[in-house]
């Protein structure tokens, strides 16, 4: 059970990823993104510096900069590049393309740069995951192909990549709470200055106190940490197919919170979602068992 640990931890991530969406429909109306997504990244990042400054697990003086400021680059260049796509090409092309080729921009990476080949098992993973994503989304009618959005969504899928890969680097040289901390303060950081030019007073504003830290905290330092601490113990390319978890999960309380509709061709692209996610878990342990 404790090998399976890793790919669970990453799942439940994904899992609180998914909620932030249906989060975000309890804020004021006309909010950009981009500060939605400053406020998440300093709570989520400053709850867990507090954290690991009062434990004394961080060191300034020694801590991997480097690693940190790139994997807080690669996160604040995704979000603004989702929501670019989302908004030139539609929530479903966008979506569909930024979190559908995220894995394959993962595996792409880890065979140049770590010279390990994915597997069959990650192979079949993601293409039934892509398949389900597109499936899930797509059966809705709201089809719009707009090249610079899917440029912007592809760009987001490299970014997503890019700062799983890099985090994973970081983990060799320090604990996981500690780097989520550090890259996600210097995250929301980067996209201060932005989110000033569009405007924050909504902050001010008492009935966005509660989604915000529901975001912060559960959508971004718990759902990071545990990203990070299974990531510490598998393959970059697993850990983000795992994430396709976060389409399954939105679309469900979809249905389940705001009284969404899926249809026929959509319940089977969640069926085949959760079929990858299941192949990239088992299969992979049953491998580590046998190794073992």
């Not at 393309?97 to 595996?107: E, H, K, N, Q």
Request: aromatic residues 10%; hydrophobic residues 55%; contains cysteine.
């Amino acid at each position: 059970m404790s090998k399976s640990l890793p790919y669970i931890f990453v799942l439940i991530a994904a899992v609180l990823w998914g909620t932030v969406g249906t989060t975000q429909t309890y804020l004021s109306d006309g909010i950009q993104p981009i500060t939605i997504a400053m406020m998440r990244s300093l709570i989520g990042g400053g709850v867990l510096l507090i954290i690991a400054i009062v434990m004394k697990s961080i060191s300034f003086k020694n801590w991997s900069w480097k690693q940190t400021f790139f994997a807080a680059l690669a996160m604040a260049l995704f979000q603004p590049l989702f929501f670019m796509s989302v908004n030139l090409t539609g929530v479903a092309v966008g979506t569909v393309v930024t979190i559908g080729s995220s894995p394959i921009f993962a595996g792409i990476i880890e065979w140049m740069y770590l010279k390990r080949q994915p597997g069959r098992t990650w192979a079949i993973a993601t293409v039934l995951s892509i398949v389900g994503c597109i499936m899930l989304f797509m059966s809705s009618g709201e089809t719009v192909i707009v090249p610079a959005g899917i440029a912007c969504a592809l760009l987001a899928g490299i970014a997503f990549a890019t700062y799983t890969h890099v985090s994973k680097f970081l983990l060799e040289k320090e604990a996981a709470l500690p780097a989520v901390a550090m890259t996600f303060t210097i995250c929301g950081l980067i996209l201060l200055p932005i989110s000033l030019f569009l405007g924050v007073s909504w902050i001010t504003m008492p009935a966005n106190w509660l989604p915000l830290l529901v975001m912060g905290v559960f959508g971004t330092s718990i759902a990071y940490l545990l990203f990070l601490t299974g990531l510490k113990k598998i393959a970059s390319s697993a850990a983000v197919t795992l994430s396709l978890g976060e389409p399954l999960t939105a679309a469900l309380l979809g249905v389940l919170l705001i009284g969404e509709h899926l249809s026929v061709v959509a319940w089977c692209g969640v069926a085949l979602l959760l079929g990858g996610i299941l192949v990239v878990t088992f299969k992979r342990n049953k491998q580590i068992n046998m190794i073992s």
